[in-house]
């Protein structure tokens, strides 16, 4: 599977869009983009996923670009809650995902 | 909404010890997954199970765990003797199907090993 990069972490305020880069340059074509969270040591919470579309659900939207190499999570109106690692996961459909360090994101009142 | 279960919430237990911990996966998933995350550092990966057999099983998988589906409610993980380092959480998941399917994780057994 594919490896990604984050920034380790990143801080947001409250109320706020909360952009979050994904770099996958080695990424196949049969591939997907996965989005978890994990929030303290709950298990990681599932966010969003897409293949080459953008993808918006009640959570957040998924901005793949053209070539697949990068993406970014959009938390639209980013509360409190939302402070989390969030982690980027490229895999094919059913394989193991395998989790880097994620982005540590803060919210910020 | 559906979700996946897992029993118990913490397991304290002596070296040596065999523990299995539980996990209830959402009903019409088919394909079951276990992942460890040792505190402090990143998830990883054990096992995938489908249809009654392990798909692919990392190198932490040693003999000294194992996977079954006893029923057609439970998928258990269980380690036969365990040691220090075992200490951790872990997460089961589940997905529908494996073309596709997301993973859905439970809420982790936090595993104590003394």
């Known amino acids: 599977d594919a490896k990604t990069t984050q920034p380790p972490s990143m801080d947001c305020a409250e109320g706020r869009a909360a952009n979050l880069p994904c770099n996958h340059s080695t990424i196949s074509g049969n591939e997907y983009v996965y989005w978890y969270r994990q929030i303290h040591s709950q298990g990681p919470q599932y966010i969003i996923h897409?293949?080459?579309n953008n993808e918006t659900n009640e959570m957040a939207s998924l901005i793949i670009t053209e070539d697949r190499k990068s993406s970014t999570l959009i938390l639209p109106h980013a509360t409190l809650r939302d402070t989390a690692v969030y982690y980027c996961?490229?895999?094919?459909?059913?394989?193991?995902?395998?989790f880097g360090g994620g982005t540590r994101v803060l919210v910020k009142p | 909404e559906p979700e996946v279960t897992q029993t118990p919430s913490h397991q304290v237990t002596q070296m040596g010890q065999e523990v299995i911990l539980r996990c209830v996966p959402i009903s019409n998933h088919l394909y079951f997954y276990w992942y460890r995350q040792i505190l402090g550092q990143k998830v990883e990966f054990l096992v995938s199970?489908?249809?009654?057999?392990?798909?692919?099983k990392s190198e932490i998988f040693d003999d000294q765990f194992s996977v079954e589906r006893p029923d057609g409610s439970n998928f258990t993980l269980k380690i036969r003797s365990t040691k220090l380092e075992d200490s951790a959480m872990y997460f089961c998941?589940?997905?529908?199907?494996?073309?596709?399917?997301?993973?859905?994780f439970g809420p982790g057994t936090r595993l104590l090993v003394l």
């Open positions: 998941a589940s997905s529908e199907s494996a073309t596709g399917g997301t993973q859905y």
């Open positions: 996961i490229v895999a094919a459909a059913g394989n193991k995902l395998t």
């Open positions: 199970f489908y249809n009654n057999e392990i798909s692919e």
């Open positions: 897409g293949l080459k």
